[in-house]
């Protein structure tokens, strides 16, 4: 089982996004669910703070794998829980290339929404693109990304660059990101740990 903690600072908006994934099974398979454990925003006077309104759920497969590149697929749902009625259903394509200390990764995901709205659009599609660079023994690395999304006909770009830095059955993650650069500009500021609790009850 492994865990992601993290801390997400964007605009007038906190939140703490958090991972759970298991692998059940001896195969090159896992299951993710995703959800904010806190979402607080401002849009006015008022602090507004409360559960997360949605809850991912990610199955990822890894289907081909050859010399320094893997292939994975995964089917990916939604389930809004309060404010938005209906979900999403769609799923992902992750191929990436490794190659001495150098990775590239890309992750083209696409959604379509169930009883759609203005809050759950009819399609969402998403293309990232990052490269990582490691640059020690322990596993440290940068790495530099861009986004390209398209929700309800609309597109939007965005940049990250950050750090990651191992630890014991874990690493934490850094990240500073540049949202919708060709509409309205903002900074968002992420922080992860993430952390592999078989390695960990192996260990003892």
Known sequence: METEFG???????????????????????????????????????????????????????????????????AP????????TDGGRIGGSAAPQYSWGRDLAAANFSWTGGIDTSAANPTSDYVGAFDYFRTLDTRGTAIFLGFQHEVTAGQQTAGTEEGLVIPFRNGQVELE?????????PEWQFQGRVIVNWGAVFKRK
């Open 7 to 73: 801390f997400q600072s964007v605009s007038d908006g906190r939140y703490l996004p958090t991972v759970i994934t298991v692998a059940p099974f001896k195969t090159q398979t896992d299951f993710s669910v995703l959800v904010n454990l806190v979402d607080s925003e401002s849009p006015g006077s008022d602090r507004i703070t409360h559960f997360g309104n949605r809850f991912d759920f990610v199955a990822r497969q890894q289907v081909y794998t050859k010399g320094g590149f893997t292939l994975v697929l």
């Open 76 to 83: 990916r749902g939604t389930v809004f829980v309060r404010g």
């Open 176 to 184: 500073g990101a540049q949202l919708d650069l060709n509409i309205k």
